[in-house]
C-alpha cells in the first residue's frame, strides 16, 4: 500500500505565477489534510478536505489560496500570484474514515520556492 | 486556542545517552497527544500516540508519557543511537473536539556517534 504521495516535490516559481500542488492520499482514505511549514516556524494547519467537500478551513489564508478534493483524483492546493512569502514547504495528510480520524499519514511535502 | 511549546529547541548528546524531550501544552482538554518524527527534506513519520486515558505508551527505545492536568508530555529515548537524529514534533488537537493538531516547533537532535 503506497503511502500519501505528493508532486511536485520540488516547484519554482516567480512572483504572480501559479502554484499548484497535488497530495493522492492513501488508499482507503477519504480525509486530506494541508500544512505549511514556514523556516523557522512550526507545522500549520491551512485545509481539512473530505471528497468534495471543505471541512475546516480556517487556517487557509482568505485571499490567493484554495484547496479542492475531488471526487475523482488527488487533492490540489492552488496559490495564485504567488509572492515571496509563500516559499515554504506544504505536507499533506490523509486518513481513513471513522475513529482512525486521529492518526494522520504524512507525505513528503512539496517545496515551493518564490523567486 | 492550544499553544504548543518543546524545550529544549535543540540538542546535541553523545551515542548512548539518554534522552528527555518536553512538550507542554496550553488546552489540557485534550483526547490524545502524538509524537512524530521529521528528518531533513521528508514528511512527518509518527512514533507514538497517547490517548488521553493512558499515562504513557511505549514504542521500542521509545517512551511517551502524558500529563494532562499539567499539561505536559515527555518523549524518552533510550541508548540514543546516531540514527535517532531528526526533529522531534509534539502535536496536540487544536481543541476538545478537534482532530486538527497543533504542533510544537520541534526539538532538533544531534546524536554523534
Known amino acids: 500500500n503506497a503511502g500519501v504521495m505528493q508532486n511536485p516535490r520540488h516547484l519554482v516559481r516567480r512572483r504572480g505565477q501559479e502554484a499548484r500542488l497535488r497530495c493522492s492520499p492513501m488508499k482507503g482514505h477519504s480525509h486530506v489534510y494541508w500544512y505549511r511549514q514556514l523556516p523557522e516556524e512550526g507545522l500549520k494547519f491551512m485545509v481539512y478536505l473530505q471528497k468534495e467537500n471543505i471541512i475546516d478551513e480556517s487556517g487557509m489564508p482568505k485571499e490567493r489560496f484554495s484547496a479542492e478534493f475531488p471526487k475523482e483524483g488527488p487533492s490540489i492546493l492552488r496559490i495564485q500570484q504567488v509572492v515571496r512569502g509563500d516559499s515554504a514547504a506544504y505536507f499533506c495528510?490523509?486518513?481513513?474514515?471513522?475513529?482512525?480520524?486521529?492518526?494522520?499519514?504524512f507525505g513528503p511535502g512539496t517545496r515551493l520556492l518564490v523567486l | 486556542k492550544q499553544e504548543v511549546t518543546q524545550i529544549p529547541a535543540a540538542l546535541s548528546v553523545p551515542e548512548g545517552e539518554n534522552l528527555v524531550l518536553n512538550c507542554s501544552f496550553t488546552d489540557s482538554a485534550i483526547y490524545n497527544l502524538q509524537w512524530f518524527r521529521q528528518d531533513p527534506g521528508k514528511g512527518l513519520t509518527s512514533l507514538l500516540l497517547i490517548q488521553s486515558s493512558q499515562r504513557e505508551q511505549t514504542s521500542g527505545r521509545l517512551n511517551a508519557s502524558l500529563d494532562k492536568s499539567s499539561g505536559r508530555s515527555t518523549l524518552y529515548i533510550a541508548a540514543s543511537q546516531p540514527g535517532d537524529s531528526a526533529t522531534y514534533l509534539c502535536?496536540?488537537?487544536?481543541?476538545?473536539?478537534?482532530?486538527?493538531?497543533?504542533f510544537g516547533r520541534g526539538t532538533s537532535l544531534i546524536v554523534h556517534p
Open positions: 502535536a496536540a488537537p487544536t481543541s476538545g473536539g478537534s482532530y486538527i493538531p497543533t
Open positions: 495528510a490523509s486518513s481513513p474514515p471513522g475513529l482512525a480520524q486521529e492518526t494522520q499519514y
